[in-house]
């Protein structure tokens, strides 16, 4: 015999079986299957908008759905049972799938189960139905740093803080910033802050890198070097140089493959902080200042960049308060000084 069923997608098509579908959900909600009668109710206003009553059943089933899911959900997830969290979220996604709270909880189970694809997918959509919400960007934005977007992250990062211009958003975008910066760096560079001893190429390439906003708008002059041909350090010699941050020997050759000396940090932080000074008021005490140094004395043609390194803080000095400017660099020494240079002059 045939079969009088009809599919409910197949009456939904139909509107003169909008009364069937309401009824078919009031019948459901008895029973207390308010899933299939949410479903039942939303495919009848769909077919007959006008049925305000079933609309306003269907809106008080749908709370109830989620409210329900979601207190599941936090159950779960503070039992650490994330699996079991994540599909009370999607159930209630499933009844509010307009809701982008939704999708960020969700989201926020998906990251403690490491995984940061689904969470992208999930906080991508809570943004496209919020696209102003800078919870929700900065959120988005952390979960594609953590699946390694770090250019899409520091862009979201960005829309994030121009809405909510927090202090919060502007770290959290300086470091991934930072990450990004250092993810483009080649990487002879990256392995210089590990060297036990640095070369004159090693620091210039290391001050290139890491102070590049600053020598951008610094004023640059061509020089003439006559060793670099064949030096993977090349360009960011010339950069260095072009803007003084580090000087060739007066015979025109910079010996990239010398060792790098604590003089020549000293030196070239002298020079970072006089370029950055006139836009930063506070740095420039550090250039007047004149404290005592065992091994260099004031006449010293080095003392104006080793005392203005030490009241600045970037180079400490040694044991007995003395300089030790002839003493090898190391990446490590090297790496630390540059860090409180970058906080100094404030280099993002």
């Given at each position: 015999m045939r079969s009088t069923r009809v599919g409910s997608a197949s009456i939904a098509a139909r509107p003169s079986f909008a009364p069937g579908l309401a009824g078919r959900g009031l019948a459901l909600a008895a029973q207390q299957k308010e899933a299939d009668a949410l479903a039942a109710f939303d495919a009848a206003v769909k077919a007959d908008p006008s049925l305000a009553e079933i609309r306003r059943r269907a809106d008080a089933v749908r709370l109830h759905v989620v409210d329900t899911a979601m207190a599941d959900a936090r159950k779960a997830r503070g039992a650490k049972r994330f699996d079991e969290a994540r599909a009370h979220y999607s159930r209630a996604i499933q009844a509010s799938p307009d809701s982008a709270f939704l999708y960020r909880d969700r989201a926020a189970v998906e990251r403690e189960?490491?995984?940061?694809?689904?969470?992208?997918?999930?906080?991508?959509?809570?943004?496209?139905?919020?696209?102003?919400?800078?919870?929700?960007?900065?959120?988005?934005?952390?979960?594609?740093?953590?699946?390694?977007?770090?250019?899409?992250?520091?862009a979201t990062y960005r829309k994030a803080f121009a809405i909510d211009p927090s202090e919060s958003i502007r770290t959290e975008m300086a470091r991934v910033s930072a990450r990004l910066r250092d993810a483009q760096v080649p990487g002879e560079v990256r392995d210089i802050e590990s060297r036990r001893q640095l070369t004159r190429g090693d620091l210039a390439a290391l001050l290139g890198v890491r102070f590049e906003p600053v020598l951008r708008t610094a004023p640059s002059v061509q020089l003439v070097i006559t060793d670099l041909e064949d030096d993977w350090s090349r360009s960011w010699i010339t950069?260095?140089?072009?803007?003084?941050?580090?000087?060739?020997?007066?015979?025109?050759?910079?010996?990239?493959?010398?060792?790098?000396?604590?003089?020549?940090?000293?030196?070239?932080?002298?020079?970072?902080?006089?370029?950055?000074?006139?836009?930063?008021?506070?740095?420039?005490?550090?250039?007047?200042?004149?404290?005592?140094?065992?091994?260099?004395?004031?006449?010293?043609?080095?003392?104006?960049?080793?005392?203005?390194?030490?009241?600045?803080?970037?180079?400490?000095?040694?044991?007995?308060?003395?300089?030790?400017?002839?003493?090898?660099?190391?990446?490590?020494d090297a790496a630390e000084a540059v860090g409180r240079l970058r906080t100094l002059l404030a280099v993002e």
């Open positions: 189960m490491h995984e940061d694809a689904a969470a992208v997918g999930d906080l991508r959509r809570a943004v496209a139905l919020e696209p102003t919400d800078a919870e929700g960007l900065a959120a988005l934005a952390s979960a594609l740093a953590a699946a390694g977007e770090l250019k899409d992250a520091d950069s260095v140089t072009g803007a003084g941050v580090m000087e060739p020997y007066p015979n025109h050759t910079f010996q990239p493959a010398a060792p790098a000396l604590r003089a020549d940090l000293a030196a070239a932080s002298l020079r970072l902080l006089a370029l950055a000074a006139p836009t930063h008021p506070a740095l420039r005490p550090y250039l007047q200042q004149r404290p005592q140094i065992v091994d260099v004395a004031q006449k010293h043609p080095l003392y104006s960049a080793v005392a203005s390194a030490v009241a600045a803080g970037v180079i400490p000095l040694v044991d007995g308060g003395r300089f030790e400017a002839s003493r090898p660099l190391s990446g490590a």
